[in-house]
């Protein structure tokens, strides 16, 4: 689509590990080309809501990406305020400038699979019929952002869906989480420069999908499925973390030792999960289609070539 042509896609957090895979994907041959990426400037704060008007005024986009988050769930122990004002203030402030700016397009709101809390063993997979019991303020900040959102739905009348992703993987993680931490330790290894792997609670099961797939799923929402629906993204495929990393380590051609170190332990802990993103493939079409292994060995390089 040529650029006079192209409809215009507003990304909040452009800067964050998401958002550099939209831009991506906006470009020759990815799933959003049909968009022009619109990146909020990267040293505009969510919370100053003059700023957030005047970038929404100036782009007058078409569609509305909203990944702006602060997303590290040990950090909203630490910082619940900051927390807040980040997850819902800003989005309020988002909201309150498409409506002064007459947005009629869709607007996707990102939200995170960590809602639903500790789910009994029993009733996995979680999908979009599970009630959220959010163990975090970082949740408790989605569940009411996604809530500010539907109300604009039912009284505003915006166009929204929500989102509620589960753990998702690739380059460009920011090596606090845990796949770049191990990976990175890895190549730590792979460069003779340690004989020890630092971990935590390894024996857990994640959901985890490729964040390019990710960003496919954001593309679905964009175009397709229901005013006022959440939905899961999630690979539908229980992986152990241990198991993950004896994967990289097997790429990576070494063997080390691990120790588990007790700092890396998160609370409210959730031994296994596993979403099901069948509502979404209904709606939209989507499915995962990058394999683990390549994902893995992707994440593998960027560390390499950042380290």
């Not at 402030?93 to 789910?119: C, E, P, Q």
């Not at 019991?133 to 009411?144: C, D, G, H, L, N």
């Not at 915006?158 to 993987?169: E, G, K, M």
Request: proline content about 5%; charged content about 20%.
């Amino acid at each position: 689509m040529s650029a006079t042509l192209a409809r215009r896609l507003l990304v909040t957090g452009a800067g964050g590990f998401v958002g550099g895979h939209v831009e991506a994907a906006c470009g020759d041959g990815g799933k959003l080309a049909d968009w022009t990426f619109c990146a909020v400037p990267s040293g505009l704060d969510i919370r100053d809501a003059q700023a957030v008007a005047e970038v929404v005024a100036q782009v007058r986009p078409d569609a509305v990406l909203h990944l702006a988050a602060q997303s590290f769930v040990p950090r909203s122990f630490e910082q619940p305020q900051e927390t807040f004002d980040i997850n819902l203030g800003g989005t309020l402030n988002l909201l309150l400038a498409l409506r002064d700016s007459s947005f009629a397009g869709r607007l996707v709101y990102v939200s995170s699979g960590d809602v639903y809390g500790k789910v009994p063993e029993s009733e996995l997979p979680v999908n979009e019929q599970r009630q959220p019991e959010p163990r975090s303020p970082y949740a408790v900040s989605k569940i009411a952002a996604e809530q500010l959102c539907m109300q604009w739905v039912r009284t505003e009348g915006l166009d929204a869906v929500i989102a509620r992703p589960f753990n998702h993987i690739g380059p460009g993680q920011d090596a606090r989480f845990v796949l770049p931490a191990l990976a990175r330790q890895i190549v730590e290894v792979e460069r003779g420069e340690r004989d020890t792997i630092e971990v935590g609670d390894i024996d857990t099961t994640r959901d985890f999908t490729d964040v390019r797939d990710i960003v496919a799923a954001y593309a679905a929402m964009l175009s397709g499925g229901q005013t006022g629906a959440t939905y899961c993204v999630a690979s539908g495929r229980e992986r152990r973390i241990r198991d993950l990393l004896g994967v990289m380590a097997g790429l990576a051609g070494v063997n080390p030792d691990l120790h588990q170190d007790p700092s890396r332990l998160r609370p409210a802990e959730q031994r296994r999960m596993v979403g099901d993103s069948a509502l979404l493939s209904a709606h939209t079409g989507w499915t995962p289609s990058i394999t683990l292994e390549t994902t893995l060995h992707d994440i593998l390089n960027d560390v390499r070539n950042h380290s």
